[in-house]
């Protein structure tokens, strides 16, 4: 096994007495990226990241993080990485210095350090006015930042972040991938769930999951080249009734609202630009734009979620 | 660093942490050192099986000076009052009935007849069997007392072939708070140490910070003794202040050693409080391990310690099942120390049992906890 991969996993499979939470998934990641695991609610995003943290035994599978057996190895593995649940998880009750005092403790920081450590974290939350206060009192995106801040207090080989930006204010969730890329720099792999789509864009590798099957991976750019079809944005006054009547057109093989606008996937942009615009004129629905835009990632996910049901119907015994 | 080293720092953290949480959270705080004391007060005065007056009807059917003699030796005794005489047996019945009476004493005609002429005198006695308790010891006082008037009338011609006087160690007025202050003190305590600690575990697995906890390098034994650290301080404090309230509200001496006391209470509390930690790695919500900790603990300590109930009354299996009783030892133990002030070597037996209780249930409860999720 080559060592500049932080993340080994082959075919790890969770199960849950009849239901199956992840299904053969196998990935790589390699040491000093950060990694993007993208999937709606219920996709087995948490799973797949517990059972690489060592809280969930694999049903079946294997691999290595950090070098160290899944299977096997799982209380060395805790002492190379660092792990931040879905949920917020430091105490309450504590203030935001007690917290980054117990986390330096549990892990270990030199005394030494402990106290540049600390103000290092203030700093980069931005907390360092509030360490007095408790922790229950703090607006989310600051318990993110601190939770965080907390996580990384020793500089950890491997970061495993499970939906960090889940119920935070946009702004907070920038500033948060904004931390995420400094850890990158100094050397740390950050392995990140999420189920905002957009959150990919920050990402040097994604996986995208979809009911506990891996459907793809890989760069941001490729997985958007990797869709053979094009993107149209539909720019239209009463989109729930044109998007009814264009499900039933034969003329697009997927729409969806997209914001204030539809998209709907295409073979041709070119060709259907014109007939999508005809078609709705021809029904009163007029729409001021038709454009043929770039895929979003969500765009990306829907089309490929579609490729993998067909394929899957297919493959399936009748 | 070893892979599976202990670290104090760690522990330390831990216990800092624990520390931080119980002196946040005042309700809990005022509960865990008022509980025991209220309790302790409730029940101390509550149970107590001391029988100061009995009531007595008296039917005496003689009326003659030595019947009289002898129905007046019985509110002579100090533990009976006459509450009413009868005429007849549907008297007697009536008062006996109605609760009016605990006793009835029949006196048949010829008693003094009977008497004077040498032959034996027939009384008869009648208890209300209803609360068993009450009538064995009334009618053990109506035989004493019936025993003193045959005494006093053969004393002239014979002399007693035994004279049985009795003494009564340890507890010479065999008043029971003596003996159920220091029991209750132990039941008492049973039920808290592991109500204190079956919390702790659960309400972070509620919270979702276990999850963060076992996603570090803790070791399950550092958790643990972080988490009973400050129960520990808590519960010597209860102890003593449950002592404390035995001996000047209770008036129940204290005749052993103090040292010996905290030693004692030492070993208890690391059993007891394993135990709540025990129970909270099974039940992953408060509730159920609050619930929990109340049944594995205070009903046995109750029941099956030797608090209320002598063990040695008990059928052979009950006998066996007390053996895993926690409180039995501690109970011993501190009747011990509250009233006979014997050498520790006196209770060695309950002492080993004590630290075999808290190194077994601690080892099971490492056992159980896993640093995963499912």
Redesign the interface.
């Known amino acids: 096994m080559s060592t500049d991969h932080a993340v080994e996993v082959r075919d790890l499979t969770r199960r849950?007495g009849d239901f199956v939470a992840v299904d053969r998934v196998s990935l790589n990641v390699e040491t000093g990226q950060v990694f993007g695991f993208l999937g709606p609610n219920g996709a087995g995003k948490s799973t797949t990241i517990?059972m690489l943290?060592?809280?969930?035994?694999p049903s079946s599978g294997a691999g290595r993080v950090a070098g160290f057996e899944i299977m096997t190895e799982?209380?060395?593995i805790?002492?190379h990485?660092?792990?931040?649940?879905q949920?917020?998880?430091?105490?309450?009750?504590?203030s935001v210095e007690?917290n980054i005092?117990?986390?330096?403790?549990?892990?270990?920081v030199p005394r030494a350090r402990r106290r540049e450590r600390k103000d290092w974290v203030l700093d980069m939350a931005g907390l360092a006015d509030k360490r007095d206060s408790l922790t229950r009192s703090l607006a989310g995106g600051w318990k993110q930042r601190l939770a965080l801040g907390c996580a990384v207090l020793h500089e950890p080989p491997i970061l495993f972040l499970d939906e960090p930006t889940s119920g935070v204010d946009p702004l907070s969730r920038r500033q948060f991938w904004d931390l995420i890329a400094q850890m990158a720099q100094r050397g740390t792999t950050v392995f990140v769930t999420t189920h905002y789509m957009e959150e990919a864009e920050y990402c040097d590798e994604l996986a995208l999951i979809s009911r506990g099957r891996m459907i793809a991976r890989g760069k941001p750019a490729e997985l958007k080249n990797a869709i053979p079809e094009d993107i149209l944005e539909i720019r239209v006054e009463r989109q729930s009734e044109a998007l009814e009547q264009l499900e039933d057109s034969g003329l697009v093989k997927e729409v969806a609202l997209f914001g204030d606008t539809l998209h709907a996937v295409v073979e041709d942009a070119e060709a259907a630009s014109a007939a999508v615009g005809d078609f709705l004129a021809g029904r009163g629905l007029a729409a001021t734009a038709v454009t043929r835009v770039r895929p979003s990632m969500e765009d990306v996910f829907v089309s490929l979620v579609e490729l993998e049901d067909r394929r899957s119907r297919e493959g399936a015994p009748a | 660093m070893k892979p599976r080293s202990f670290s104090w720092i760690r522990l330390w953290a831990l216990v800092k942490k624990e520390f931080i949480h119980i002196v946040r959270d005042p309700r809990s705080l005022a509960m865990a050192f008022l509980m025991p004391l209220i309790l302790l007060f409730l029940f101390g005065y509550a149970i107590t099986m001391d029988i100061k007056t009995l009531k007595l009807a008296v039917y005496d059917q003689d009326k003659s000076a030595a019947s009289r003699h002898y129905a007046e030796g019985f509110p002579a005794s100090g533990y009976f009052s006459v509450v009413a005489t009868a005429e007849n047996y549907a008297g007697v019945r009536a008062l006996l009935d109605e609760g009016r009476a605990h006793l009835a004493l029949v006196i048949p005609p010829h008693f003094a007849r009977d008497l004077e002429q040498g032959r034996s005198a027939r009384v008869q006695v009648l208890a209300d069997g209803s609360d068993a308790n009450t009538a064995t010891i009334a009618l053990g006082y109506a035989e004493a007392v019936t025993g003193r008037f045959s005494a006093a009338q053969q004393d002239s011609k014979v002399e007693l072939a035994v004279d049985n006087r009795l003494r009564v160690w340890y507890n010479p007025e065999l008043k029971s708070r003596l003996f159920i202050i220091p029991g209750l003190i132990a039941v008492i305590m049973t039920a808290i140490t592991a109500l204190l600690t079956s919390l702790t575990v659960s309400r972070e697995w509620e919270s979702g910070t276990m999850e963060q906890l076992i996603a570090t390098p803790v070791r399950p034994i550092e958790l643990f003794l972080g988490k009973m650290a400050p129960y520990f301080v808590i519960g010597v404090l209860d102890v003593l202040f449950s002592v404390a309230m035995g001996v000047w509200v209770f008036d129940v001496p204290l005749r052993g050693s103090f040292l010996f006391l905290l030693g004692v209470t030492a070993m208890f509390l690391v059993g007891g409080l394993s135990l709540g930690i025990m129970v909270s790695t099974i039940a992953k919500s408060q509730l159920v391990a609050s619930q929990l900790a109340m049944v594995v603990t205070f009903l046995p300590a109750f029941l099956l310690s030797g608090f209320l109930y002598s063990i040695d009354n008990m059928p052979r299996f009950l006998q066996a099942v007390t053996h895993v009783v926690q409180a039995r030892y501690f109970v011993e133990v501190l009747k011990n120390i509250f009233l006979k002030a014997s050498p520790p070597a006196f209770v060695a037996g309950d002492l080993v049992f004590l630290g075999l209780f808290a190194v077994a249930v601690f080892a099971v409860a490492l056992g159980k906890f896993r640093k995963r999720l499912a």
């Open positions: 849950f517990r943290c060592g809280l969930l035994l799982s209380e060395t805790k002492r990485i660092r792990y931040m649940s949920k917020f998880s430091l105490y309450d009750d504590l007690e005092d117990f986390f330096a403790g549990i892990y270990n």
